[in-house]
């Protein structure tokens, strides 16, 4: 009810993007988990030509971030938003439609740039309509994404009962749908001049050696965060010999961010900068794959998963509210963009050392060395923020939105 109410306190902009992203979420894992299978299983794909349809998804996403983010600041939000959910809607009806290679890669592009064009669109909007409560729309905004990771593969797994053609088809309309209503009623904000050409955006941050290193600094939260898919369902099955096993980590994480973001958020806003609370934040994400790592049993996969979720309800609304202050307003998107492009790549090499480390464990009988190796990510990134912090990189929480630009 205090979450409802405080959704409700914010414009209706925001409370429309806040849907969104719910939709979002359930729309893209009520089909993504289950793509490999189809392709594998159903139309009689090789491993490596899944793994190309995948992989050309997350290349099309990943870099064309900073395209999505300079698309905001130019044309609007509003309308890289649209476009997004559009071409996604196109692209997962292709999966439903095509069973052909050309179609399918066709769609694992078109799906990719349209995540590219409205994730740094919608949480430019976010921080621009939030003003001075960035932090607590971030927390509402990670409530709405964590709930619709879990209505999707639940919903997915219950249409994949009809065919794979049935689930695809209701993604794409569920993306549809968003389409119209920001087309039909989200307001179109006013596109300040950036004073300069594209190029000489991309300059500007890039040249911004403190955000660079933030960015880079973030790699573990990233890392762990795709855990989630990865290494505790893995090692909830494991415990349990249960494959239904990895649904309970994302139930956990639901019912303790729906109970807790929010409330986290409020109470540690007024108590010291953001970066304090960043560095903590990573800290316990880095720490909650050491139960795992040395205590067997589905339990200490389950306060593993809890202690992440915990970590990233601490940690992400405030690396949210930190990007824009680091540069001009009218590059917020650029910011967004380039963030997630940087910590995005550093991310998928470091997912590649996690699987490596699990298949050396494995090998090697020693199953603790994904887990610590995980936990070291975490703990590293947050040493890395605590150092910003202490150097004086970050900007100031109650600074206007410009940062100083060395480390």
């Known amino acids: 009810m205090k979450t409802w109410h405080e959704v409700r306190s914010f414009p209706f902009a925001v409370r429309l993007l806040l849907v969104n992203q719910l939709g979002v979420n359930t729309g893209f894992y009520l089909l993504v988990p289950y793509l490999a299978v189809h392709l594998g299983e159903n139309l009689g794909m090789s491993a490596a030509v899944v793994g190309v349809v995948l992989g050309v998804r997350n290349l099309s996403q990943q870099g064309l971030f900073l395209i999505g983010g300079s698309a905001s600041d130019r044309l609007g939000a509003q309308g890289v938003i649209i476009a997004g959910c559009a071409l996604r809607t196109v692209g997962f009806a292709l999966f439903a439609l095509g069973d052909g290679l050309a179609v399918l890669l066709a769609a694992s592009v078109l799906s990719g740039v349209a995540g590219a064009l409205f994730n740094p669109a919608v949480r430019a909007y976010l921080a621009q309509e939030a003003g001075e409560r960035k932090a607590e729309a971030f927390a509402l905004f990670n409530v709405f994404a964590t709930t619709g990771a879990l209505i999707g593969p639940l919903l997915g797994s219950a249409l994949l009962l009809v065919d794979f053609r049935t689930s695809a088809l209701t993604a794409a309309a569920i993306f549809a749908v968003l389409t119209v209503a920001q087309a039909a009623v989200l307001p179109a904000r006013k596109v300040e001049p950036t004073g300069g050409s594209v190029l000489a955006d991309w300059r500007e941050v890039v040249g911004n050696r403190a955000f660079l290193a933030f960015a880079l600094a973030m790699v573990g939260m990233f890392t762990l965060e795709n855990q989630l898919y990865l290494l505790l369902p ?46 903590a934040g990573l800290a316990v994400t880095g720490l909650a794959f050491l139960p795992p790592a040395f205590l067997p049993g589905v339990g200490s996969v389950l306060a593993g998963a809890l202690l992440l979720y915990l970590g990233l309800m601490i940690a992400a609304p405030f690396v949210m509210e930190l990007i824009p202050r680091f540069g001009r307003p009218e590059l917020t998107g650029t910011y967004f963009g380039i963030f997630y492009a940087v910590s995005g790549i550093a991310a998928a090499l470091g997912n590649t050392v996690v699987g490596w480390a699990m298949d050396a464990g494995e090998r090697g009988g020693h199953v603790w060395l994904p887990w610590v190796c995980c936990a070291l990510f975490g703990l590293a990134s947050a040493g890395g923020v605590a150092w910003l912090h202490r150097h004086g990189a970050l900007p100031a929480s109650t600074a206007p939105e410009r940062a100083k630009t060395t480390v």
Do not use: H, M, Y
């Open 234 to 279: 893995a090692g909830a099955r494991a415990a349990t010999g249960w494959d239904g096993a990895a649904g309970l980590v994302f139930l956990v994480g639901t019912l303790a961010n729906l109970a807790l973001q929010l409330r986290i958020t409020r109470a540690l806003k007024s108590r010291g900068d953001r970066g304090r609370w960043i560095a």
